[in-house]
């Protein structure tokens, strides 16, 4: 009889998850490890936390490698991927995932430069990303680009335009990539997490994160395991007819 199959496996897939020292970007990277992928975990600043993330990797027997630089700038993103190739071969998986401060103002509030912060994160980083790792992808016919994005664009959340409207074009980009790499056997997925709290929102007042929870149908908050696990998904064999899509991760907050 055949061996049972384990499914969702990324056995010798090379995964590149920027800003993924810490918060939701360190599950990522350590579930995307254990699913098989040689892990390159991606740190701007925070190089000792990057590397704490690989060494954990390392001693549960995964394969992880730091790489330290601005996912925003073009001349870093070639410098990195150039690293990658030279250490694990070329990138099979690319999560975008790095997200700068995120000011809530209202409207008249706002300066375009932190309007510009916002696109460069979520929509140039992401174009300068695949720019550089396409034409590989495309000669193996093989590929998986994933978007983490946010419920607050399904949810159009006041005083957060600046956010919201960048996170539309991610997931707009997204969507048109999707259908002209699809020839190429790359497919290109977002996943919109809920409010997940992670370290940045340690000093979030109780009430607001009372107030959140009463609005999630599930009653509980989603964990970063959650977020993770769809990207996992999105990232194996199992889901290669699947393309264009935004798995909405937020206990049904959001109905799409």
Avoid at 37 to 48: E, G, I, L, P
Avoid at 181 to 199: F, Q, R, Y
Avoid at 215 to 222: A, L
Avoid at 239 to 249: C, D, E, H, K, N
Wanted: proline residues 5%.
């Amino acid at each position: 009889m055949p061996a049972l199959h384990s499914p969702f496996r990324l056995d010798g897939r090379v995964a590149w998850i920027t800003g993924s020292s810490r918060g939701l970007g360190r599950i990522i990277a350590e579930t995307l490890a254990a699913a098989g992928a040689r892990t390159v975990v991606n740190c701007f600043a925070s190089r000792d936390q990057g590397q704490a993330v690989v060494d954990g990797i390392l001693a549960k027997g995964g394969e992880a490698m730091l790489v330290a630089g601005d996912a925003m700038d073009e001349a870093e993103v070639n410098r990195m991927a150039g690293e990658i190739e030279a250490a694990f071969g070329p990138v099979d998986i690319v999560v975008a995932n790095a997200t700068p401060f995120q000011p809530m103002k209202m409207l008249e509030d706002y300066s375009w430069e932190e309007y510009q912060s916002m696109v460069d994160a979520f929509i140039k980083s992401p174009y300068l990303l695949a720019k550089r790792l396409l034409p590989s992808m495309k000669a193996r016919r093989q590929g998986r680009i994933i978007n983490i994005t946010s419920e607050v664009f399904h949810a159009g959340m006041p005083q957060f335009s600046a956010y919201v409207a960048a996170k539309g074009g991610q997931i707009g980009w997204s969507r048109s990539m999707a259908n002209e790499l699809a020839p190429h056997g790359i497919t290109v997925n977002t996943v919109a997490p809920g409010w997940i709290p992670v370290e940045r929102h340690d000093d979030v007042p109780e009430a607001d994160k009372a107030a959140y929870l009463a609005t999630v149908p599930m009653r509980r908050w989603g964990k970063p395991a959650d977020i993770a696990n769809a990207v996992n998904f999105f990232a194996a064999d199992e889901a290669s007819f699947v393309t264009g899509q935004t798995l909405i991760v937020n206990g049904g907050r959001t109905l799409w």
